[in-house]
């Protein structure tokens, strides 16, 4: 594949290109591929075999290990049976 160089990209357009990089923990180069790829609908490519699912693809590994943290902890208290409710 060829290279594309990018010129006078906006400040705004590289804080959103490294902050994917740093969600998906990976090279600005993976990060602009996977944003457009995202906003083209373009097919990704997939190991043979594989099925894909993308009803969670949006979400999957983009929690931080604060959010992650925070989420656990607020399923814990969920998940604390009341004895009195259960009489």
């Known amino acids: 594949m060829k290279a594309i160089t990018l010129r006078n ?6 804080k959103i290109v490294r902050k994917e990089a740093d ?3 990976t090279s600005i180069n993976k990060a602009v591929i996977s944003l457009l ?3 083209s609908e ?4 997939r190991k043979p ?12 590994g983009s929690w931080t290990k604060k959010e992650t943290a925070e989420f656990n902890k607020a399923l ?3 998940r604390t049976i009341d004895p009195e409710l259960w009489k």
């Open 9 to 14: 990209l906006p400040p705004e357009i590289e």
């Open 23 to 25: 969600r998906q923990r």
């Open 37 to 39: 790829e995202r906003k």
């Open 42 to 45: 373009a097919p990704k490519k």
């Open 49 to 60: 075999g594989m099925k894909q699912y993308d009803d969670l693809d949006s979400v999957a």
């Open 76 to 78: 814990a208290a969920q």
